[in-house]
Every structure is written in structure tokens, then in C-alpha cells.
């Protein structure tokens, strides 16, 4: 289990690095998706780090994924931004994938908050719903969490019976009643591999699974903050609905531009998510 040992000893070092250069502990993490980066100006920046700059991070291959992570206040909260996420389909294992919120969850915070865009399964959902993730589904077909557990880290067998905090939720909700920001509700997310969109028929079957909306990332990171003890509120942007009855092709440039529309809403939401947490 060479791997493990490695995998702990290159989380350590970033641990370490973090305890001489961050201004402090977090209390909560806010991982941004595709198209929605300008939440970091939003925080007042105490420390700015592009992920080139952090011992073992990996870094982000995608363009529409910026790489920096900003230690700042907000709201009162001490706050680490994660501007820009790796994913498996990049070709990284699901544990590299959640590097980040492993180092970060060892610095002591108790909060993950994400968001991401997301491809609508459900009718009702049209884009531009901000989808409250209620639970999700795991397709990549790899977990973080194989191999040797470390007990400083975690459980062995995590229980995922309530992976996303109800309380978290209940404020996600209230807070855009709040804000009058209309098209919020709650839904099951499924993570697949990606990079290949999907086809109509496995829409139809994501669907008939249960699912509310598709993507490619954010699971490995729910699944380490999870084993490390973190509340977890998840946030989905749904960018483009997925109709296997009437398939329209599903363009990046699409994804971007209507997750970039929905940036401002999207952080007002989250600033006063993070004021009632
Ligand atoms: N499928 C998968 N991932 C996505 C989609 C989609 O339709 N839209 C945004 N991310």
C-alpha cells in the first residue's frame, strides 16, 4: 500500500505547508464550479494562492476552472475559496480529486460548501433552477476512500444516510426566500465519469434512477468531507436540460454562459447562507 503511505505523507506536507503560510483555521470551505469563480471577490482576501504555488495540489487541466485558493472573511466566517475543482475525468483517482478538501478539512474546517453546474433530468427543473443537492448518486465507479483507512482521518464505513446536512439545506432554502431569488428547490445530483456527455438513452436511465440533475464532479469531495466529519450543502446550477424525448446538443459554451448568467444570484445566495451559518 506504497500508494496510502505516499498519498498521507503528500497531504501532511500540504498540511504543514498551510499551518506556516494560512492566516488561519477555516471554518468553512466554499468549492466554486464552472462559470461561477466570482464568488471570490466576494470575500475579503487575507491570502490569495494560485494551486501552482501549493506543495501537491493538482492542478486544473479545464479552462473554464481558474486555480486559486483564497483565505478570506465573509460574513463574519473565516473562509478558504477554492476557485476551481479537479475532476476524475481529467485523470486524476477520485482521492486526488479530493486532495483539497482532505488538506483543508485536516486545517480544521467543519463546513463544505459547493457549487457546480449541472445537466437537468427533471422537467420541472429548467435552467437556471439552483438545485439544493438532497443526495446523489455515485456512477464514477471508484471512491476515495478505497484502500487503507486512516482512523485520524475517519471512519472506516462512513454512514452516508443523511450525506447533506438538513439544517444546511433548511438555510439554503429560507435564504433565497430571503433574497427573492425564485427557482431554488432540492434534488438528487448523480456524478457520472464524463467527458463524454451523455446520450438520450442514458438520460432516460439517470432518470429512472432517481436522478434531478447530472454532472461530473463534486462527489469524491462530498464523500471525503463526509469521512472527515464536515457539513455538507451542495449547490447545483442547472445549466441545460436533458429531454431524451427531444435531445438538444449540449454545448460547454452554453454551459458557461448560462452558469455565468446565474453568478450573481448565486453568490448572493451563498453570502447569506454563510451569514446564517
Ligand atoms: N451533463 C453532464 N455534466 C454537465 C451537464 C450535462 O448535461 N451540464 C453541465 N454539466
Not at 498540511?15 to 503560510?21: A, K, L, P, R
Not at 473562509?79 to 483543508?104: C, D, K, M, N
Not at 457520472?192 to 434531478?212: F, M, N, Q, V, Y
Request: with cysteine; charged share 20%; net charge negative.
Amino acid at each position: 500500500m506504497k500508494d496510502a503511505d505516499e498519498y498521507q505523507k503528500r497531504v501532511e506536507e500540504c498540511v504543514s505547508f498551510f499551518h506556516d503560510t494560512a492566516p488561519f483555521s477555516p471554518d468553512l470551505i466554499v468549492q466554486l464550479g464552472t462559470g461561477l469563480g466570482d464568488f471570490g471577490n466576494r470575500v475579503t482576501s487575507e491570502r490569495s494562492l494560485p494551486y501552482s504555488q501549493i506543495p501537491h495540489f493538482p492542478q486544473s487541466t479545464v479552462d473554464s476552472h481558474s486555480g486559486n485558493l483564497i483565505f478570506g472573511h465573509l460574513n463574519g466566517k473565516k473562509i478558504a475559496v477554492l476557485q476551481g475543482r479537479f475532476h476524475h475525468y481529467e485523470g486524476y483517482s477520485t482521492r486526488e480529486v479530493a486532495f483539497p478538501i482532505r488538506v483543508l478539512s485536516l486545517l480544521g474546517a467543519k463546513t463544505f460548501l459547493l457549487t457546480n453546474a449541472a445537466g437537468g433530468l427533471n422537467p420541472l427543473y429548467p435552467p437556471g433552477t439552483i438545485m439544493v443537492l438532497r443526495d446523489h448518486l455515485n456512477f464514477l465507479g471508484e471512491n476515495p476512500l478505497r484502500g487503507p483507512n486512516i482512523e485520524n482521518w475517519g471512519p472506516r464505513f462512513p454512514d452516508l444516510s443523511t450525506p447533506y446536512s438538513p439544517k444546511l439545506i433548511k438555510t439554503a432554502l429560507d435564504s433565497a426566500s430571503h433574497c427573492k431569488i425564485k427557482n431554488v428547490v432540492s434534488g438528487v445530483y448523480v456524478c457520472i465519469p464524463g467527458p463524454s456527455l451523455e446520450t438520450p438513452a442514458e438520460t432516460r436511465w439517470l432518470r429512472s434512477c432517481g436522478a434531478d440533475a447530472v454532472g461530473m464532479s463534486s462527489v469524491p469531495e462530498i464523500i471525503v468531507a463526509i469521512h472527515a466529519g464536515m457539513d455538507v450543502l451542495g449547490l447545483s446550477v442547472i445549466s441545460n436540460v436533458n429531454d431524451p424525448d427531444n435531445f438538444e446538443p449540449i454545448i460547454l459554451e452554453d454551459i458557461i454562459a448560462t452558469t455565468k448568467a446565474m453568478g450573481p444570484k448565486l453568490e448572493r445566495l451563498l453570502v447569506e447562507i454563510i451569514g446564517r451559518i
